[in-house]
């Protein structure tokens, strides 16, 4: 079973940045994509942007410009840096990642708080 911790949550003035980090138990070489999701008080969780195999990104339009995923695959790590934050990016922010072969699996992890608020 994949574990995937999130780590660097926390709160933070609009405006400001945060980095958010998810380690994986397995050599994250061997997923197809890893990714970040979201979910924000009373809303249905969403796509904050993703990260394939083969290196090309996808973000949400939400995002695009202020957030950047990255690999460090020496760490086994993923992480999302994010500036500019605006209270409607508070959330409880989750890592997720995928192999698709021999059968398509889907994990995630516990999910990390990050508030913006002044």
């Known amino acids: 079973q994949v574990q995937l911790v999130e780590s660097g949550g926390g709160l933070v003035q609009p405006g400001g940045s945060l980095r958010l980090s998810c380690a994986a138990s397995e050599n994250i070489g061997s997923f197809n994509v890893m990714g970040w999701y979201r979910q924000g008080p009373g809303k249905q969780r969403e796509l904050v942007g993703s990260i394939f195999s083969a290196g090309s990104r996808v973000y949400a339009d939400s995002v695009k410009g202020r957030f950047t995923i990255s690999k460090d695959s020496a760490k086994n790590t993923i992480n999302l840096q994010m500036s500019g934050l605006k209270p409607d990016d508070t959330a409880v922010y989750y890592c997720?990642?995928?192999?698709?072969?021999?059968?398509?699996?889907?994990?995630w992890g516990q999910g990390t708080q990050v508030t913006v608020s002044s």
């Open positions: 997720k990642t995928e192999r698709w072969s021999p059968t398509r699996r889907t994990y």
